[in-house]
């Protein structure tokens, strides 16, 4: 199912795949229920079908849905994006 989601979710960076896998991690300890991981994932599929990432919205939804069980979702490095954006707009004013 790991490669799997990772293919579906259409991770790129390193950080992503590093959060795909820890949340994972926690749905094999029990610290995550599987469900929770599955509607955040089918929400995606369903709600965003077009999307070119579906990640961005998979670790919003699932953080989210985390939130409000009271379920610990591991934390994700936002600035991965930032830093990328910064090395992507450097190339394009060179």
Do not use: C
């Not at 979710?9 to 991981?37: Q, Y």
């Not at 995606?44 to 579906?54: A, E, G, I, M, Q």
């Amino acid at each position: 199912m790991l490669f799997r989601s990772q293919a579906v979710l259409k991770t790129r960076l390193n950080e992503e795949k590093a959060f795909v896998t820890a949340v994972m991690d926690k749905v094999r300890s029990g610290e995550i229920p599987e469900k929770l991981v599955e509607t955040s994932y089918k929400w995606v599929l369903n709600r965003r079908p077009d999307t070119n990432y579906p990640f961005v919205y998979f670790e919003r939804v699932l953080r989210l849905q985390g939130d409000k069980a009271g379920i610990v979702i591991p934390p994700f490095d936002y600035d991965a994006y930032r830093q990328r954006l910064g090395r992507l707009s450097s190339k394009s004013n060179s």
